[in-house]
């Protein structure tokens, strides 16, 4: 068990740029979560796969955030434009698929706006 | 809807106990806890399940009262190594794939 890996674990970019940003989960965890945390927050949950399909999505999610997980492994969460608005710690968490498993976090991807 | 943790903050003299409440205005299936330290992931604590249960973790234990969607977070004889912000996570059924709605979290500060 080597845990959820992000990449990268930093982010600086300009208004109006796209980001891209990797999470790789814990191998056996069919399972995969994108929250958004800003300072003093507790996680916003962006949207969930289950394996390689995505089933379900914030109704607070921009469209300019799509998030993909190509044959159930790794997944990446692309956000478009960005805002301002949008600098935020980006967690990942992975988990086993039955209803009382644990979330196991990464240690998150901070995207800063300027 | 987010649940409401209280209290937001508190401060612990090492050694003393503390509660943290956590209630949701939705009927609830589970509630996670997790703490959180300055510029790290979250880390499972527990879960509790439908039903009532008492949980317990070393000197950390947890109870879930389903009637009244409330679970608290009982903290005994804390140490400096409790310091962090809790958060409460909550999910309405079963079927929800442990997507989690959390609280704002309950920042505990232990001093020696």
Not at chain 2, 55 to 60: F, L, P, Y
Request: glycine share 8%; hydrophobic share 30%; aromatic share 10%.
């Amino acid at each position: 068990d080597t845990g959820v890996s992000q990449d990268p674990r930093h982010k600086i970019t300009k208004r109006g740029q796209n980001v891209t940003f990797r999470c790789d989960p814990i191998s056996e965890h069919n399972r995969l979560y994108w929250y958004r945390q800003t300072l003093g927050q507790g996680p916003e949950f962006l949207t969930y796969f289950q394996n390689e399909a995505q089933l379900e999505k914030s109704r607070l999610l921009s469209d300019r955030f799509s998030a993909e997980r190509p044959k159930g492994s790794f997944s990446t969460l692309e956000i478009q434009r960005t805002e301002q608005g949008d600098s935020a710690m980006y967690l990942c968490a992975s988990s086993l698929m039955m209803g009382d498993s644990p979330l196991h976090f990464g240690n998150g991807t901070r995207l800063t706006v300027t | 809807q987010q649940p409401v943790q209280s209290p937001q903050a508190v401060i612990l003299r090492e050694g003393e106990d503390a509660v943290i409440n956590c209630s949701s205005s939705k009927a609830l299936y589970s509630v996670h806890w997790y703490r959180q330290k300055h510029g790290e992931a979250p880390v499972f604590l527990m879960i509790l399940l439908k039903g009532g249960e008492q949980k317990g973790h070393e000197k950390i234990s947890a109870s879930f009262n389903e009637k009244k969607q409330q679970s608290s977070l009982y903290l005994t004889a804390s140490q400096l190594s409790y310091s962090g912000t809790y958060f409460c996570g909550t999910s309405s059924n079963n079927n929800a794939g442990n997507m989690l709605t959390f609280g704002g979290g309950t920042r505990l500060m232990v001093k020696p």
